[in-house]
């Protein structure tokens, strides 16, 4: 299965689920975040460049990088971001957790970002 189609696959589930209400399916256009799921109209997951991506606590992202699941996302800046995660396809990780995880940790924040 494509990643694309596993992205479509997450976004029918996460609609779908009991938190749907405050999931927002990706926007239509081409822009940054088009094809990103959103709660309060944040960010929490991604699909970049045939990857999943997610937002998480800092320190998740560290154990989830130290434990060989993937990378710290690079917007391709040079600067990898320190809360946002970029699953590697090979990872025995499930997309659905992982999602569900960073939406939970998103919903969670105050608009300025901060818990």
Known sequence: MSPEDRFEDLIDELLGGEDAEDVEPPRPGSGFGSSALRVDNRIFAMLVRG?????LPKPRVDALVAEGHGVRFDANKGTPMKEW???DEGSSLGWPALAREA???VGKQDKRGKR
Do not use: G, S
Not at 51 to 55: G, I, P
């Open 103 to 105: 939406c939970a940790f």
């Open 85 to 87: 995660f970029t699953l």
């Open 51 to 55: 990857h999943l991506v997610v937002k």
